[in-house]
């Protein structure tokens, strides 16, 4: 039962323009979303959060909508740079207790490539 | 300051023998969150300490996967009778908790696990 899901395996943006990774999720008891980004060979580095009472979050280029009635968030990088080329997961939990309280559900992430 | 690190960076061993991944959290970080990634998978909830309180397992799949948190810092997880579903990449984080679930999660290298 994957309850954070990623469905775009990857995606292809040249330097400048936006990239826009998408993440649903099922579990309406997630109140609490968060990105990551993680580099070959690291471990998962946190980007850019959300609570669900918030509809968007704004962190220099990156900025996180979420759509909380379709069950839907967003990252845009805004413009992209080669550096940004890494794969990026989105991840949910429960801030206010249950099953989910404390811990991440991750999606299978999407590998963002830059070009120059 | 150091980071979350975890040994080996790499471990490949025969099927049935049992293995210890071990895990030294960011110091002063009271919580410690395992997790794993399989080939093409999202990162997935293994088991988390916070404190003193008893661990959460719910994430461990069968009983052949244990782990402990010696004094509060140090955590060893172990996979007996290893299997080859069981190769993936694990995880480890520590985060400090000392207010909200939110405190960010920071994530060692990992260790690639090879079942044969």
């Known amino acids: 039962d994957q309850q954070v899901k990623q469905n775009s395996p990857s995606l292809s943006v040249q330097e400048g323009r936006i990239s826009i990774l998408n993440c649903d999720y099922t579990?309406?008891?997630?109140?609490?979303f968060l990105w990551y980004k993680k580099y070959p060979a690291e471990g998962p580095t946190f980007l850019i959060s959300?609570?669900?009472?918030?509809d968007k979050n704004e962190d220099g280029r990156f900025t996180v909508f979420l759509n909380k009635s379709a069950k839907h968030l967003s990252l845009h990088i805004v413009p992209s740079q080669p550096g940004d080329s890494a794969v990026y997961f989105c991840?949910?939990?429960?801030?206010?207790?249950?099953?989910?309280?404390?811990?991440?559900?991750f999606g299978q992430g999407t590998i963002l490539t830059v070009h120059p | 300051g150091a980071g979350v690190s975890q040994s080996p960076s790499n471990k490949v061993t025969e099927k049935g023998k049992d293995v210890e991944l071990r895990c030294d959290p960011i110091?002063?970080?009271?919580?410690l969150y395992w997790y794993r990634q399989s080939l093409g998978q999202g990162l997935e909830f293994l088991i988390y300490?916070?404190?003193?309180?008893?661990?959460?397992k719910s994430g461990l799949p069968s009983d052949r996967f244990s782990a402990e948190r010696t004094g509060g810092s140090v955590s060893t997880l172990t996979i007996q009778r290893t299997q080859q579903e069981d190769s993936a990449v694990y995880l480890c984080?520590?985060?400090?908790?000392?207010?909200?679930?939110?405190?960010?999660?920071?994530f060692g290298p990992g260790t690639r696990l090879t079942v044969l």
């Open positions: 984080a520590s985060s400090s908790r000392r207010l909200t679930v939110t405190d960010t999660q920071y």
């Open positions: 579990n309406s008891m997630f109140d609490y």
């Open positions: 959300i609570s669900s009472i918030k």
């Open positions: 991840a949910a939990s429960g801030l206010y207790g249950g099953t989910s309280y404390g811990k991440l559900t």
């Open positions: 110091s002063g970080h009271t919580a």
């Open positions: 300490f916070q404190g003193n309180s008893a661990p959460d």
